[in-house]
């Protein structure tokens, strides 16, 4: 699965804005380069090898999917609005860092769907993307409450 990851997506996963995600939480214990790095392998694993789906695009979106460079956990606006607001952000700094193509930030802008309730994933793509991450949060928020998973690059370490 690294090979997929680093066949499509090396310039994200090796690119310094990418690694800072390894300094903030995601859900619980878990970094948010982690998640993202989770959700890449969940989706792609959910298209098989042989999929007629954008592989790339699955891959590259699902790794950008929470790229909104910002930390949300402090009590305010921010806090309350991140939900709806940051897959637009994520998708516009996709964009902005790394050239995201139109399909992969409509498939950032929509993951929270239904949460973001006029906002459904418009390719099959997207589709995966959202499923696979909302798959991967419950698992994170839900079964690994209490375990501490470390901080590390999960890539070299084969997670």
């Not at 310039?11 to 982690?34: M, N, R």
């Not at 516009?92 to 399909?103: C, D, I, L, M, S």
């Not at 992969?104 to 949460?115: A, L, N, V, Y």
Request: proline share 4%.
């Amino acid at each position: 699965m690294n090979d997929i990851l680093n066949e499509y997506a090396q310039d994200i996963l090796e690119h310094e804005l990418f690694q800072k995600g390894k300094e903030v939480f995601s859900h619980g214990a878990i970094s948010l380069y982690t998640h993202s790095i989770d959700v890449a392998k969940r989706a792609f694993s959910m298209i098989g090898k042989n999929s007629s789906l954008d592989k790339r695009c699955v891959v590259r979106a699902a790794l950008l999917h929470d790229f909104f460079l910002y930390e949300w956990h402090i009590p305010g606006m921010r806090y309350i609005l991140h939900g709806w607001a940051h897959p637009a952000i994520a998708a516009k700094n996709a964009r902005e860092v790394f050239g995201a193509t139109e399909k992969e930030c409509s498939c950032i802008r929509t993951h929270m769907w239904p949460w973001t309730l006029f906002h459904p994933p418009r390719c099959r793509e997207g589709w995966v993307i959202s499923v696979a991450d909302k798959i991967v949060a419950f698992k994170e928020t839900f079964l690994c409450r209490g375990a501490r998973r470390p901080l590390q690059d999960p890539a070299i370490s084969g997670q």
